[in-house]
């Protein structure tokens, strides 16, 4: 800041008065403010320094800070590439729909859908019939399963007669 100091009494040397005047007052506040700053923080820097404790805690609060800043920018940054995704997946279905009904017509465009859907209907009840098929077997299984001790003990009880 010597520095700074020395050398800007040679300011209106090289600047004309309608720059170095406001230029001189704005570096002459900003000193001004900077040592104020400086003398009404000094205790509680010199705090710091002395008790490592504070300054330990500080710097975990910096660290935890900047770690969630970084995990704040990683989200969004994987936000930014789902939402992406999603919509140029959208826009090229909407573009697929829109050519299949250009080259098939409405006409086409509709009997194709109406196949579709009988396809997928026909294939819903054969799985669903499968699903069914599967439960009742488990059923089935869970019966021939709860019996059995039942049945055990049964033959014992005769047999202690």
């Known amino acids: 800041m010597d520095f700074v100091q020395d050398y800007i009494t040679l300011l209106p040397r090289f600047l004309p008065p309608s720059v170095a005047n406001p230029l001189l007052t704005l570096v002459t506040t900003l000193f001004g403010i900077m040592r104020a700053l400086q003398t009404q923080f000094s205790p509680l820097i010199a705090r710091i320094i002395t008790q490592p404790d504070v300054a330990s ?9 900047i770690s969630l800043k970084i995990l704040d920018m990683a989200y969004r940054a994987v936000i930014f590439w789902v939402k992406l995704v999603v919509k140029v997946v959208f826009s090229v279905a909407v573009l697929g729909v829109g050519f299949w009904m250009w080259n098939r017509g409405l006409d086409g465009f509709v009997e194709d859908l109406q196949g579709l859907a009988e396809y997928y209907m026909r294939e819903y009840e054969r799985f669903k019939g499968e699903a ?16 059995q001790p039942r049945a055990r003990a049964r033959a014992r009880a005769g047999r202690s007669w």
């Open 57 to 65: 805690i500080l710097a975990l609060l910096a660290i935890l800070f």
């Open 132 to 147: 069914n098929g599967w439960q009742m077997q488990e059923e089935a299984k869970v019966r021939f399963q709860a019996g």
